[in-house]
């Protein structure tokens, strides 16, 4: 089963509209991770958010962390159409450091 | 400076056939991972290469599938008589050091269709 499960499954809003996607997990985590994936540039690295961390941004990122609840969110402000991608969400799973599991993603549209 | 690079980008073959992905991480990287992603799904952890160390195996689907890293560097993933289910996309990446507390770097993928 999936350590991480993004939802939505699929998200379409307009440019300029902020857009939210979560994350949610199973067991405890060092770190979560969050990609982005489109066709032009392949999986890219977005954000690590550590578990001792709450919140932290990035550009027109935010990212939540609420370890109590095994869940994290995405918010993308002002969004443009290049931010059309699937987002995934990543995190080791009990500790393991050596690898990452990874949601199924949330593909997000940006209509123009 | 040069990112992940995979080769081939595209493979198809024939049932039954062996095949070899190549993945040339980021120079410096001690880390290397494969992973497969299926369409419209998310990625699924293969093997692991951190150093000098033995390999994590782990995610191996079958016996069907080998990888090997070469003086801590290239890495090729075998997978011998492929079956139509193999039929995914194999991405590799790398990174400075463990997953969890390093951004793993993604080469382009290879697209494997067996027919």
């Known amino acids: 089963s999936q350590q991480g499960e993004e939802d939505p499954q699929a998200l379409s809003i307009q440019e300029g509209e902020n857009a939210t996607m979560n994350c949610s997990y199973k067991?405890?985590?060092?770190?979560l991770q969050w990609y982005r994936q489109n066709s032009g540039r392949g999986l890219v690295h977005l954000i690590l958010?550590?578990?001792?961390?709450r919140e932290k941004h990035s550009g027109r990122l935010r990212v939540t962390l609420d370890t109590s609840k095994k869940s994290s969110s995405l918010l993308i402000t002002a969004s443009r159409a290049a931010d059309t991608a699937s987002y995934f969400c990543?995190?080791?799973?009990?500790?393991?450091?050596?690898?990452?599991?990874f949601g199924t993603g949330t593909r997000l549209t940006i209509i123009p | 400076g040069a990112g992940v690079s995979q080769s081939p980008s595209n493979k198809v073959t024939e049932k039954g056939k062996d095949v070899e992905l190549r993945c040339d991480p980021i120079?410096?990287?001690?880390?290397l991972y494969w992973y497969r992603q299926s369409l419209g799904q998310g990625l699924e952890f293969l093997i692991y290469?951190?150093?000098?160390?033995?390999?994590?195996k782990s995610g191996l689907p079958s016996d069907r599938f080998s990888a090997e890293r070469t003086g801590g560097s290239v890495s090729t993933l075998t997978i011998q008589r492929t079956q139509q289910e193999d039929s995914a996309v194999y991405l590799c990446?790398?990174?400075?050091?463990?997953?969890?507390?390093?951004?793993?770097?993604f080469g382009p993928g290879t697209r494997l269709t067996v027919l």
């Open positions: 990543a995190t080791d799973v009990n500790f393991g450091n050596e690898k990452l599991t």
């Open positions: 067991t405890s985590i060092n770190n």
């Open positions: 958010i550590r578990s001792n961390e």
């Open positions: 120079s410096g990287h001690t880390a």
């Open positions: 990446a790398s990174s400075l050091g463990l997953a969890a507390f390093y951004e793993q770097f």
């Open positions: 290469f951190q150093g000098n160390s033995a390999p994590d």
